[in-house]
């Protein structure tokens, strides 16, 4: 079941706390970059070994959250839906993303609506032909689920999410396989978990604190499961599921507010 995948990342060369756009984010909090940078290196290194290709993004100063690879852009089959951030002190990333994508393999679309590429669209390929599940309330707009459906013609489900300290859809639920997710149900609204529940009956129900600890920021091949280390416990539900965590430290990126699963998007070719 696992599956060769290739993702894009960019180092913490430039990271820093230095604004407030979710409620991790402390700017009088020291960062150490030359720690964000070894842990990151450590998580690159982590799915090299695990025989997954993972391009990377020179970094901007002056962008100090484009380490969060996530937010950038978001591909199914080839056809890129482009971000467009919430807050200004992002928005030039998705320039950055955007050069990435080589016209002769890949067709990008520019968005009209406010996105955050993988930050807010996860994509299960094994369910109903092909699915996307969109994360709205705090940063994606709503209007951007019904273009991001119109641009990879694939059925996009809105799921409202509710607790600020889960801003995005890759804090609150991860994809595992081709068929079945992990989520906390507490992040979402009570209509958006009944569509969970039916759409994934066999799904690996994390609580408050696994989703505290950044466990949901979670990103599979199938088989193995990249979390941080600090989620033990989701791990070892994980496991309890068939799945095998693989344990990464990076503890200097969650000031920040983020973990494994927005270091990393996966590309989808
Ligand atoms: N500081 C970044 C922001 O608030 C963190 C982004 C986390 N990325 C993610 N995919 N959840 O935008």
């Known amino acids: 079941m696992p599956r060769k995948r290739t993702y894009l990342m960019s180092p913490p060369e430039h990271f820093a706390v230095e604004y407030t756009i979710n409620p991790w984010m ?17 998580l690159r290194e982590t799915l090299v070994r695990h025989e997954h290709t993972v391009h990377v993004l020179p970094p901007h100063a002056g ?11 978001f591909s199914v089959d080839g056809v890129v839906y482009g971000a467009r951030f919430r807050y200004p002190q992002r928005s030039a990333e998705a320039a950055l ?9 890949w067709r ?3 968005p009209v609506e406010i996105n955050e590429g993988e930050g807010d669209f996860a994509y299960v390929p094994g369910t ?6 969109a994360g709205f309330g705090f940063r994606t707009d709503p209007t951007a689920h019904a273009e991001a459906q119109e641009v990879l013609g694939r ?32 992040a979402f609204s009570d209509g958006s978990r009944r569509v969970l529940e039916r759409l994934f009956p066999d799904a690996v129900l994390a609580d408050e604190a696994d989703a505290l600890a950044f466990g949901l ?7 193995h499961a990249f979390l941080n280390s600090e989620a033990t416990a989701l791990g070892a539900k994980l496991s309890a599921a068939g799945y095998t ?14 973990s494994v699963r927005c270091c990393i998007a996966e590309l989808r070719p």
């Open 26 to 42: 402390d700017p009088t909090a020291p960062v150490d970059v030359e720690l964000a940078v070894k842990q990151w290196e450590n």
């Open 63 to 73: 962008l100090p959250d484009m380490v969060y690879a996530a937010n950038g852009a």
């Open 97 to 105: 993303h955007r050069a990435f994508y080589d016209p002769g393999s």
């Open 108 to 110: 990008f679309h520019d």
């Open 128 to 133: 109903g032909g092909g699915v996307v599940l």
């Open 155 to 186: 059925p996009v489900v809105s799921l409202r999410l509710t607790d600020p300290r889960l801003y995005h859809l890759d804090v609150a639920l991860a994809v595992l396989d081709d068929t079945n997710v992990t989520y906390y149900p507490g």
């Open 217 to 223: 920021n979670l990103i599979s091949d199938g088989r």
């Open 245 to 258: 965590p693989v344990h990464v430290e990076l503890g200097e990126l969650k000031k920040g507010g983020g």
